[in-house]
């Protein structure tokens, strides 16, 4: 069982920065954010495995997505945000090293922490 703790989320104007971690209880070697807003389903934003990082289409080139293995601990740093990047951002690990797309191939998810972009 490995257990996450999302932390950094909160409110930034359009064009702002924000940088999200994750500290996990044990090592996994696939880690991804989601985000949520209510009436979506949950979608992928970012994830890192053994072959490397991807990301969504729409923050590629915003966002970057980083491990600390040494401290188990998963960053997302967010730049020049969007209002539609609003949303509850969740930290999510797998139990193998490969970052499926599918959120329901991750075994581990935290609380969430709430991002809000305003105009």
């Known amino acids: 069982q490995v257990q996450l703790v999302e932390s950094g989320g909160g409110s930034v104007q359009s064009g702002g920065s924000l940088r999200l971690s994750c500290v996990a209880s044990?090592?996994?070697?696939?880690m991804g954010w989601f985000r949520q807003v209510p009436g979506k389903e949950r979608e992928g934003v970012a994830s890192?495995?053994?072959?490397?990082?991807k990301y969504a289409d729409d923050v590629k080139g915003r966002f970057t997505i980083s491990k600390d293995n040494s401290k188990n601990t998963l960053y997302l740093q967010m730049t020049r945000l969007r209002p539609d990047d609003t949303g509850v951002y969740y930290c999510?690990?797998?139990?193998?090293?490969?970052?499926?797309?599918?959120?329901?191939?991750?075994?581990?998810w935290g609380p969430g922490t709430q991002v809000t972009v305003s105009s």
């Open positions: 890192i495995d053994l072959f490397g990082p």
């Open positions: 999510a690990a797998a139990r193998g090293g490969y970052c499926s797309d599918s959120p329901s191939e991750y075994a581990f």
């Open positions: 044990g090592g996994t070697s696939c």
